[in-house]
């Protein structure tokens, strides 16, 4: 920062309330990491704006003094995002969380950035509708929309850029744009919904989204299925997909994952390589479809399935996959969680995950293998000892194997975390001459690199 601390604060109180700046090291160490392993390190000063132009105020005077903002959901990212290595301001949204309007017609809802999925689905049930983007953690939408989320139920709805049909965006100078509009779809201008989704807070602060929402399903099932091999769990899969069958979630989770979820869930499942699955749609067809789903799997060696359609039964079968990264925590007291998600083509994601499993087994590193195989994303977990620099080095050496295995195969080091500061130096290598253009984009909206700098893309540092 190049000006006093104090200086920015006092500046920041001429239009914004006592309440909504903070110095206080409490708030200031809350704001310091995210829910990954990467270094902590603390902003200068937390503001919670309750409106859009106030934090349009916010940037200009962060962009006249030269000093770092990075936008702060609930800081529940993968990679370091939030982490204000720069320090300056951190903005919190968490006051500007109010659900603005139910188009219910037209299937859309406008929100401010600091609402929670949870908090919006409870509200749309109301209207017989939901919100489709799962990412696991109660994550708020902006910043969902920051790092493109997805989830379990990407292989039907699509990831967050699908359900984003308009963005309200501060840019660096303090400027307020809208990227869209209400229409279905526009052949006008470039496409600024699909540039600033996935931005991580390095182009602009989301302050409001308007979100494509769904009609509740008539019925639901979700079954278990067991597999002797990940291959044959794989491959069952793409086969069900090559077969049209409109499947809502589809999850793989390896023998080592199964065994840490039965020491944490008190369950007994066969610890084997087990397919979750959801089905959504018509009481009729859905029969057809797991009828089907049914004879596949039993073609691909299927040794036990389970399907359940009552709500308590469905929600309890899916707290095996929800609460695996709980169980592992739990399961490994002291040590913290490295995730890596890369995404492959479908048809390399059997081997893709085998390769996975034998490089980890290979370390000696407690971790299991799951992912969203319906459309080839899958993340290793890891279970080490920060202190233990043998761990560590091991950790990072697998992560560098599988992200490159992918990338061999065209196909990406973050299928749904983002980049941040963890992916950052695998983007040349995905990229190649296309990042030049993305830091071309970086530069022409924020030429002083205030927003969130040196995520995603490294340009000149602040001041020069």
């Known amino acids: 920062m190049t000006v006093s601390t104090e200086q920015v604060v006092e500046t920041l109180k001429e239009f914004l309330e006592e309440s909504q700046v903070s110095v206080n090291q409490t708030v200031r160490e809350l704001h310091s990491k995210d829910e990954s392993y990467h270094e902590v390190s603390l902003p200068d000063i937390v503001v919670f704006p309750k409106t859009a132009d106030e934090v349009s105020q916010v940037m200009k005077v962060a962009n006249n ?39 219910q017609n037209d299937l859309l809802v406008k929100v401010q950035p600091g609402v929670t ?15 489709s983007v799962d990412p696991g953690a109660d994550a708020t939408l902006g ?103 409109p499947i809502a979630r589809v999850e793989l989770v390896d023998e080592e994952s199964i065994r840490q979820v039965n020491r944490f869930s008190e369950t007994n499942y066969a610890e084997k390589p087990t397919l979750f699955l959801e089905f959504d749609g018509n009481e009729a067809g859905l029969q057809q479809d797991v ?73 000696g590193l407690i971790g299991g293998v799951l992912g969203h195989v319906g459309d080839g994303n899958f993340h290793a977990l890891l279970m080490i000892d920060m202190n233990n620099l043998e761990e560590v080095a091991k950790a990072d050496a697998l992560n560098e194997k599988i992200v490159q295995y992918a990338l061999e195969r065209d196909g990406t080091c973050t299928g749904e975390h983002g980049v941040g500061v963890g992916k950052q130096k695998y983007q040349a290598a995905e990229h190649g001459a296309a990042l030049q253009v993305m830091e071309k984009i970086k530069v022409a909206l924020d030429p002083n690199n205030i927003l969130n700098p040196n995520k995603i893309v490294k340009i000149e540092s602040l001041g020069e």
């Open 65 to 103: 003094l030269k000093v770092a903002v990075v936008p702060f959901g609930r800081g529940s990212s993968l990679e370091g995002h939030v982490i204000p290595y720069d320090n300056g301001i951190t903005i919190d949204f968490s006051l500007m969380d109010k659900i603005l309007e139910v188009r």
């Open 117 to 131: 999925r949870t908090k919006l689905n409870k509200e749309l049930k109301k209207y017989g509708l939901f919100f």
């Open 143 to 245: 910043g969902m929309a920051a790092t493109n989320a997805s989830g379990t139920t990407t292989v039907k709805y699509g990831v967050m850029r699908d359900q984003v049909r308009d963005l309200e965006v501060v840019l660096a100078d303090g400027t307020i744009i809208h990227t869209g509009n209400l229409a279905a779809k526009s052949a006008s201008g470039f496409h600024l919904n699909g540039l600033f989704v996935g931005s991580e807070g390095t182009l602009g602060c989301f302050t409001e989204l308007t979100l494509k929402v769904y009609g509740i399903p008539e019925f639901t099932t979700a079954a278990r299925a067991v597999f002797p091999t990940v291959k044959n769990a794989v491959e069952a899969v793409t086969s069900i997909l090559q077969a049209g069958i």
């Open 291 to 363: 009828e089907f789903t049914k004879e596949i799997m039993e073609d691909h060696g299927c040794t036990e399935i389970q399907f359940e359609t009552d709500n308590t039964a469905r929600t309890k079968l899916w707290d095996a996959r929800h609460n695996l990264a709980y169980a592992y925590i739990h399961g490994n007291v002291g040590k913290k969680m490295m995730v890596t998600d890369v995404c492959v083509p479908i048809s390399e994601l059997a081997d893709a995950v085998i390769y996975a499993r034998r490089e980890l087994d290979a370390i």
